[in-house]
């Protein structure tokens, strides 16, 4: 009897070989998943869009002034908590937003390519957890100078386009051509992208500015998941 009750506790513990192989399978997929996007964009993307050049930028002044502000501001990338970054006067602290009046409070953006439509900007907001958020103190959309426009990403699988959390992660898949909506008090405007560069997160070359048309800037972190560095996706008005 002895006997059987060891042979019987002996087969209920026995643990199929395969099994420890398939959560080693599993923990390496979910690993590759997680760290896939940001190996693609520094392997492929960000190569791509450092062989861009601008038209319209002075890259001599971004250097310097990426250098002045380098000098001041802790590198963003050591920075663990999130809802740093949801605050919008934290991502250029050399030139914070000027809060002054505007004609407007928000407008709204659509990009066809990452199917978003109407998300609302707000100009001169703080949370980029509920809104696109306008930098103050550059021009609005429409008027001669450049608007910059900045938004929350992260990885590519939790992509949601109505949610402002998410809502720039695919922006890295933006190029040149692509069109940008923009409804701005009452008028509807088209920007066509013409380039794409990634900068240090301490370079405040987006904030650039040059009058001789209307242009935008929409920035975002990458790789995607990460605050390493910022896209700056560059775009001119086309007059209809």
């Keep these: 009897m002895y006997r059987y009750v060891k042979e019987v506790k002996k087969k209920r513990i026995q643990i199929p070989r395969v099994i420890p192989f398939l959560f080693m399978a599993l923990g390496f997929f979910v690993l590759l998943w997680t760290v896939w996007p ?3 964009f520094t392997t492929f993307t960000e190569q791509l869009l450092a062989q861009t050049v601008s038209p319209v930028s002075d890259r001599n002044e971004g250097a310097q002034t990426s250098a002045l502000a ?7 990338t050591i920075v663990e908590n999130d809802s740093v970054y949801a605050n919008a006067n934290t991502w ?3 030139k914070p937003q000027k809060k002054g009046m505007t004609t407007v409070n928000t407008y709204t953006v659509s990009i066809p390519k990452l199917k978003i439509e109407n998300a609302m900007v707000t100009v001169a907001g703080d949370d980029l957890n509920t809104s696109l958020i306008h930098y103050g103190g550059t021009p609005l959309p429409g008027q001669y100078g450049n608007a910059v426009i ?3 990403s992260t990885l590519p699988q939790f992509y949601n386009p109505k949610n402002y959390k998410t809502i720039f992660s695919l922006l890295p898949s933006m190029q040149k051509g692509d069109e940008i909506f923009i409804h701005n008090d009452g008028v509807d405007y088209r920007y066509v992208v013409y380039d794409l560069l990634v900068v240090e997160p301490t370079d ?5 500015q040059r009058f001789d048309d209307s ?4 920035v975002t972190c990458v790789p995607p998941g990460t605050y390493w560095k910022r ?3 560059k775009a001119k008005l086309e007059k209809t």
Excluded: K
């Excluded at 242009?215 to 929409?218: F, G, K, R, S």
């Design 38 to 40: 940001i190996l693609a």
């Design 70 to 76: 380098s000098m001041h501001y802790q590198d963003p």
């Design 92 to 94: 250029f602290p050399m």
């Design 150 to 152: 900045f938004g929350h």
């Design 204 to 208: 405040l070359s987006p904030l650039e």
């Design 215 to 218: 242009y935008i800037t929409v």
């Design 231 to 233: 896209l700056n996706v």
